[in-house]
């Protein structure tokens, strides 16, 4: 301890936490109480009742996944607009593979999971190669994914393929929705992996200062290839999930789940400006918005009215986020 001239011990000095620290911290959680208390009043008969819980757990549990891909695309100053065509083309790819007779297991694994990948690496390389922001690459495979997803179709809804699919990923394990069981392997995966790895560490470093991370040795174009290829797997699982809840392989599912997927990652704390997130924080920013949804649609809102408050929402957290982050730095 230091001592003054007069041997009196001096005083620690006091660290007071701002309010942008406390915001970064805290906030998130303080929405999500704050829309439980305010949905509550608003619909006190039925708004905390188990199904309706369960059942904006289930909503949530695409939006979730969606958000989690786009995170790490954002956490590299990066962007994903092109995960709700992917959801659509993965999940039209899969329901097409069980109408010719495909057993549903290969078809999960060939038109889910390896055809998300694909097209993730697809966008990753395209970034690579042309050098141009992801925003102006995936706003392109938005188009083209959509238009494939369109032509596989014929622009028509696909069903009738096996009841077990079906049964297996939107039924029951334990009592537990099995897309909620999903969403948390998956989220505990990436939880893991962006905390407690080598390739985590890395990323975000490249998002806090791509130069700086190539000096020190960090392959860039490896890790942004890496990231948009998670993206496009999760896209593939959300596809997978969102056929076999509604039964069907629609070539407009997912439309605008962009939206959706970037607030969740925003309003969840993660900095558009990069370098900066958490896991964590993307599963309760979903959340938010699975609440919203729920109460607005408990409400009898039209959709219209919805994409405005998702719009606002998303101004309002990367506006804050500008804010506390300068102020931080």
């Not at 829309?35 to 905390?48: G, R």
């Not at 069980?98 to 970034?127: K, S, T």
Request: overall charge positive.
């Amino acid at each position: 301890m230091i001592q003054n001239a007069q041997n009196t011990p001096l005083a620690k000095p006091v660290s007071r936490r701002d309010f942008g620290s406390l915001w970064q911290t805290y906030g998130t959680m303080g929405i999500l109480a704050l829309l439980l208390v305010l949905s509550s009043i608003l619909s006190p008969d039925y708004f905390l009742t188990s199904s309706n819980l369960s059942q904006i757990l289930v909503q949530s549990s695409v939006m979730v996944l969606l958000a989690c891909g786009v995170f790490f695309t954002i956490l590299i100053a990066g962007i994903d607009l092109s995960v709700g065509s992917m959801l659509a083309l993965t999940g039209m790819i899969t329901a097409k593979l069980m109408i010719a007779g495909c057993p549903f297991w290969l078809a999960i694994l060939l038109g889910g999971l390896l055809m998300g990948a694909l097209l993730g690496a697809i966008n990753g390389a395209l970034v690579n190669i042309t050098k141009l922001h992801p925003f102006i690459i995936t706003l392109g495979t938005t188009a083209i994914y959509r238009g494939l997803t369109l032509i596989i179709s014929d622009a028509r809804s696909v069903f009738g393929f096996d009841r077990q699919f079906i049964n297996l990923v939107s039924g029951h394990l334990l009592g537990i929705p099995v897309p909620v069981i999903i969403t948390v392997v998956v989220v505990g995966a990436l939880y893991f992996l962006a905390q407690y790895t080598k390739l985590g560490r890395n990323i975000y470093a490249l998002g806090g200062n791509a130069q700086a991370a190539w000096f020190s040795g960090i392959n860039v174009k490896a890790h942004t290839f890496i990231v948009f290829l998670i993206s496009g797997l999760c896209a593939g699982v959300a596809g997978i999930v969102t056929t076999a809840r509604t039964g069907a392989a629609e070539p407009n599912a997912g439309f605008g789940f962009e939206t959706f997927a970037i607030a969740s990652a925003i309003i969840g704390g993660t900095s558009f400006f990069g370098g900066r997130g958490k896991i964590s924080g993307v599963v309760i920013g979903g959340l938010i918005i699975g609440v919203i949804s729920n109460i607005l649609n408990i409400m009898d809102v039209q959709s219209y009215y919805q994409q405005i408050v998702m719009g606002a929402l998303i101004i309002l957290a990367v506006t804050i986020d500008k804010l506390f982050t300068k102020k931080t730095r």
